[in-house]
Structure formats: C-alpha cells, structure tokens
C-alpha cells in the first residue's frame, strides 16, 4: 500500500517561509512524478510544483522565485520550500505521486495559513 504523508504546514505571517514534507512509503524515486497541488477553498485543485523521477522541477507561474520543491531519495521524502508567501497562498497542501496512468496516489493533506 503506498501511502503519503504530509507534515509542515502551519500559520505564517506575510512574508514569512514554511518548509513542507511528505513521506512516502516508497523510495520517491519510484514515481513518474511527484509533486504539490494546493486547494484554498471555494477553489480546485490546482498544480504548485512537480519533479519527476530524473529530476526535472517544474513550476506554477504563481510559485516561480519563491517556491522550490526537492527530494531526498534516501529517506523518501519531498519537499516544499515556500519563501515570500503571501496571503493568497493560504490553502490546503497536497501530495500527489504518479507511478502510472492509473496509479496516482495523494496524501491527506497540511494546511498552511498566511495572515497578511
């Protein structure tokens, strides 16, 4: 059973930088893709940052500059380093990783909160 595992999220002031994490039951480098979606609400889902499994980053027009997601192969875990967020950046954190068409598996989710 592959499961994910997000910690990190929190509430920040304007400004400010939080740091996510998500673990994974299996070596990340098993997936396709990995990646970060976030859902403020009232929103869908929408993409934050992905990295595939030769290690390519790709990023949201909305992140560019101030987010940067990586990996740490060995101890299975992604992350998320978010720097200059702002208000707007307020939403639930998902992690989201691709082995297939058909295997795509999240996690449950971390809210992070930016007070302006």
């Known amino acids: 059973q592959v499961q994910l595992v997000e910690t990190g999220g929190g509430l920040v002031q304007s400004g400010g930088s939080l740091r996510l994490s998500c673990g994974a039951s299996i070596r990340i480098t098993s997936f396709n893709h990995v990646g970060w979606y976030r859902q403020a609400p009232g929103k869908e889902r929408e993409l934050v940052a992905t990295?595939?499994?030769?290690?390519?980053?790709d990023y949201a027009d909305f992140v560019k500059g101030r987010f940067t997601i990586s990996r740490d192969s060995a101890q299975r875990t992604l992350y998320l380093h978010m720097n200059s967020l702002k208000p707007e950046d307020t939403a639930v954190y998902y992690c989201n990783g691709r082995r297939s068409v058909t295997e795509l598996y999240w996690g449950q989710g971390t809210q992070v909160t930016v007070s302006s």
């Open positions: 990295i595939d499994a030769d290690g390519r980053s």
